[in-house]
């Protein structure tokens, strides 16, 4: 029997080359806007603060205001 995981959000595991499903989905919400990403189209995420992002400035922008806030 296979457990469908279309339109369920995952959760991950990351790491510095990848990421690690702990629990299955198809997506994930980006930690600051709150977008569905796809698995597929996940490229940015920080592994300190274990939080996906939909694109590379919103990453950016993210560790910047960790390191602000510190």
Same mark, same amino acid.
């Given at each position: ?7 369920? @959000?995952?959760?991950? &595991? ?5 990421? $690690? #499903?702990?629990?299955? %989905?198809?997506? /994930? @919400?980006? +930690?600051?806007? %709150?977008? +569905?990403?796809? =698995? !597929? !189209? =996940?490229?940015?995420?920080? /592994? +300190?603060? &274990? !939080? ?8 950016? &922008?993210?560790?910047?205001?960790? #390191? $602000?806030?510190?």
């Amino acid at each position: 029997m296979l457990i469908a995981s279309r339109n369920r @959000l995952a959760t991950l &595991q990351y790491g510095p080359n990848g990421f $690690r #499903i702990v629990s299955p %989905g198809d997506h /994930v @919400l980006c +930690a600051v806007t %709150g977008a +569905a990403i796809g =698995l !597929e !189209e =996940l490229r940015y995420w920080s /592994v +300190a603060r &274990q !939080e996906p992002y939909a694109t590379a400035a919103i990453s950016v &922008q993210a560790a910047l205001d960790d #390191i $602000r806030s510190a």
